[in-house]
């Protein structure tokens, strides 16, 4: 399994981006999927979560300016950004919980490898 994200880059404050992630490799379904960030010398958060079904779920840091979204036939999960701030520079993660194809009743989380976003003020 790999996830691989695209879109970030380096706008001005109070633009947008929109980043992806998309899925591939062997499995039996992707179950939650999520948007996570890290900042230099901090932890890594949620930013935003979707269920299989569609349900959302932000972080207050970004309720109105962040939508996550997916695809499921395309196992893409994105993530609209816009209202831009430099608080929000970090590197964008994805994380989706997928189920095994062998044991479809076993999951496991599995990360991209990041990308980044720069805003300047």
């Known amino acids: 399994v790999q996830l691989v994200e695209s879109g970030g880059g380096s706008v001005q404050a109070g633009g947008s981006l929109s980043l992806s992630c998309v899925a591939s490799?062997?499995?039996?379904?992707?179950?939650?999927m999520g948007w996570y960030r890290q900042a230099p010398g901090k932890q890594r958060d949620l930013v935003a979560h979707?269920?299989?079904?569609?349900?959302?779920n932000y972080a207050d840091s970004v309720k109105g300016r962040f939508t996550i979204s997916r695809d499921n036939a395309k196992n893409t999960v994105y993530l609209r950004i816009t209202s831009l701030k430099p608080e929000d520079t970090a590197v964008y993660y994805c994380n989706a919980e997928i189920s095994s194809r062998q044991q479809p009743s076993v999951r496991q989380y599995w990360w991209g490898q990041g990308t980044q976003v720069t805003v300047s003020s």
């Open positions: 979707i269920t299989s079904g569609g349900t959302t």
């Open positions: 490799g062997s499995f039996f379904s992707i179950n939650a």
